[in-house]
């Protein structure tokens, strides 16, 4: 089955400064990667997703990179702001029907 | 109805009861899933539901663990007899499309004790 490595576990940057986490999977098959992002307490919201036909997706300060040949993804938070501090997942699927998720990454942008 | 429902939002149990979870999910999502997800982990895949049919199963998923939905509408999650490991967040999601992102719920958490 699919098993996804998420990296860093941790990581904590300056406001203003930019972050990536990077995800990795197994199945050559997943071609669909969305990111969630979960604050405290609450539940996992959907940030930006991309399909394997696509190399690149950007929504404002969040883009995300595939490299299929690779097997992995990753995203990328410019200008971070301290309301970004949050843990982030990623996932993989090959049939849109049930993600596996990586880990998380705890995100902390220091003021 | 502007997101997935789920009640109740914390459970507490003896070890050895039996719960019921239920979620309501966004009406026009004919994709239902049941998640769980501990402290510090992702979420984990348990069962998901296409209208009414249960369409797969995670090997989480033990046979104290069952799910419902019957009219294709809102969901059940059972556990019968509670083991301190079933203490989780129990996510539901839905979602309308194939390959789309899902939606959601705020969980239950469940603490066993």
């Known amino acids: 089955g699919e098993n996804v490595e998420q990296h860093p576990s941790t990581l904590s940057v300056q406001e203003g400064d930019s972050a990536v986490i990077k995800c990795t999977y197994s199945d050559s098959a997943s071609n669909y990667f969305p990111w969630y992002k979960q604050e405290l307490g609450k539940r996992p919201q959907l940030i930006i997703d991309i399909r394997s036909n696509v190399g690149e997706k950007k929504d404002q300060r969040i883009a995300v990179t595939l490299n299929k040949t690779a097997k992995h993804f990753s995203l990328h938070i410019t200008e971070t702001q301290p309301e970004d501090s949050a843990v982030y997942f990623c996932a993989a699927s090959s049939d849109g029907q049930n993600f596996v998720f990586g880990p998380g990454t705890r995100l902390s942008v220091l003021p | 109805d502007t997101g997935v429902s789920q009640n109740p939002r914390h459970k507490i149990t003896k070890r050895g009861q039996n719960v019921t979870f239920r979620c309501d999910p966004i009406?026009?999502?004919?994709?239902l899933y049941w998640y769980r997800q501990t402290l510090g982990q992702g979420p984990e895949f348990l069962t998901y539901?296409?209208?009414?049919?249960?369409?797969?199963k995670s090997r989480l998923l033990s046979d104290r663990f069952s799910a419902e939905r019957p009219k294709g509408s809102f969901s059940t999650l059972e556990i019968q007899r509670t083991e301190q490991g079933d203490s989780a967040m129990y996510l539901c999601?839905?979602?309308?499309?194939f390959g789309r992102g899902y939606t959601f719920g705020s969980g239950t958490r469940l603490t066993v004790v």
């Open positions: 539901f296409q209208n009414e049919a249960q369409l797969e």
């Open positions: 999601a839905s979602s309308q499309f």
């Open positions: 009406s026009e999502h004919n994709r």
